[in-house]
Nanobody
Framework: QVQVVESGGALVQAGGSLRLSCTAS????????MAWFRQALGKERDGLSYISPYGSSTYYEDSVKGRFTISRDNAKKTLYLQMNSLKPEDTAMYYC????????????????????WGQGTQVTVSS
């Protein structure tokens, strides 16, 4: 059984930083493409950043490019999202997702390709 668990969400002031973590068990972590998504209240879930199984390839949506950094530690089976220069509009529930086995360099950018999801961690940015 696959379990995906996010942590690190908090209340932070605008301009501040946070680092989210995600652990995944029950799957071959270093073979799985991973990603971070978020969903603000009353809005659709949006993709933010994606990373290949070996971590060699990443992709960022425009909304977070230059402010957020995705990374992974396959030895620890952990995915990270470093968030800097946070804005009130970054307030949302943040979700980690695993796509399952992909080629080592492959980035998966489509919501429907993600099979396993965590329960989310809340990030609130105050102005």
């Amino acid at each position: 059984q696959v379990q995906v668990v996010e942590s690190g969400g908090a209340l932070v002031q605008a301009g501040g930083s946070l680092r989210l973590s995600c652990t995944a068990s029950g799957l071959t972590f270093d073979a799985s493409a991973m990603a971070w998504f978020r969903q603000a209240l009353g809005k659709e879930r949006d993709g933010l950043s994606y990373i290949s199984p070996y971590g060699s390839s990443t992709y960022y949506e425009d909304s977070v490019k230059g402010r957020f950094t995705i990374s992974r530690d396959n030895a620890k089976k952990t995915l990270y999202l470093q968030m800097n220069s946070l804005k009130p509009e970054d307030t949302a529930m943040y979700y980690c997702a695993a796509a399952g086995p992909r080629p080592p360099w492959s980035v998966v950018r489509y919501f429907v390709d993600y099979k396993y999801w965590g329960q989310g961690t809340q990030v609130t940015v105050s102005s």
